[in-house]
């Protein structure tokens, strides 16, 4: 069982970047699909980035094309997901989630996720 730990929230007006990163203790095999999820103030947790740690494809929420970036460092174990041009309705509790769903659920951003950390808050001021 890995344990993961999120770090890198913070408040930023819009506009602005943040780098979230995602530190996984433990071993990763080829298969991983590595998401990033948030969840709003009364809303449902949804989800915003994958990627499938062997071959490296990702998946984005619409809401999130061209603005954020996941990415890995297998090196440290370590995802992270680059946030730019924030705005306001990106303000969430930000989550990442380890599993093993099959490749093309990770793929299409299907995957609610299985190992959790404990999210990190991102706030964004208008």
């Known amino acids: 069982q890995v344990q993961l730990v999120e770090s890198g929230g913070g408040s930023v007006q819009a506009g602005g970047s943040l780098r979230l990163s995602c530190a996984i203790s433990?071993?990763?095999?080829?298969?991983?699909?590595i998401g990033w999820f948030r969840q709003a103030p009364g809303e449902e947790r949804e989800g915003v980035a994958n990627?499938?740690?062997?071959?490296?494809?990702?998946y984005y929420a619409d809401s999130v094309k061209g603005r954020f970036t996941i990415s890995q460092d297998k090196s440290k174990n370590t995802f992270y997901l680059q946030m730019s041009d924030l705005k306001p309705e990106d303000t969430a509790v930000y989550y990442c989630?380890?599993?093993?769903?099959?490749?093309?659920?990770?793929?299409?951003?299907?995957?609610?996720?299985?190992?959790w950390g404990q999210g990190t808050q991102v706030t964004v001021s208008s």
């Open positions: 989630s380890a599993g093993y769903p099959q490749p093309p659920v990770c793929y299409s951003g299907s995957w609610s996720g299985r190992t």
């Open positions: 433990g071993y990763l095999y080829s298969t991983a699909c």
């Open positions: 990627i499938y740690v062997g071959a490296g494809n990702t």
